[in-house]
Nanobody, 115 residues
Framework: QVQLVESGGGLVQPGGSLRLSCAAS????????MGWYRQAPGKERELVAV???????KYADSVKGRFTISRDNAKNTVDLQMNGLKPEDTAVYYC?????????WGKGTLVTISS
């Protein structure tokens, strides 16, 4: 079993920055995908950024150049540095880990971009 705990959400003004962190515990295999999705009100959950097999980074087009995903494989943590935040980035951000054909999700952390 895998548990994911997110932290770092909050309220920030447009143009500001936030850093989200996620810690995974339990049985973590070396080959997996770990990263972030988000779900805005009234919208479907969408990929934000993931790290595949520990090194390959994939970003949504909407966040390229503004968000940076990083991972500490030894600590099983994944962070999302978000810069240049826009109101449309407002959403609940979910940490995810996929391994052995199973997907695990955190409970989510709310990010609100508003002046």
């Amino acid at each position: 079993q895998v548990q994911l705990v997110e932290s770092g959400g909050g309220l920030v003004q447009p143009g500001g920055s936030l850093r989200l962190s996620c810690a995974a515990s339990g049985t973590i295999f070396s080959i997996n995908t770990m990263g972030w999705y988000r779900q805005a009100p009234g919208k479907e959950r969408e990929l934000v950024a993931v790290i595949i097999d520990g090194w390959m980074r994939k970003y949504a087009d909407s966040v390229k150049g503004r968000f940076t995903i990083s991972r500490d494989n030894a600590k099983n943590t994944v962070d999302l540095q978000m810069n240049g935040l826009k109101p449309e980035d407002t959403a609940v951000y979910y940490c995810t880990l996929s391994q052995e054909s199973r997907d695990y999700w955190g409970k989510g952390t709310l990010v609100t971009i508003s002046s």
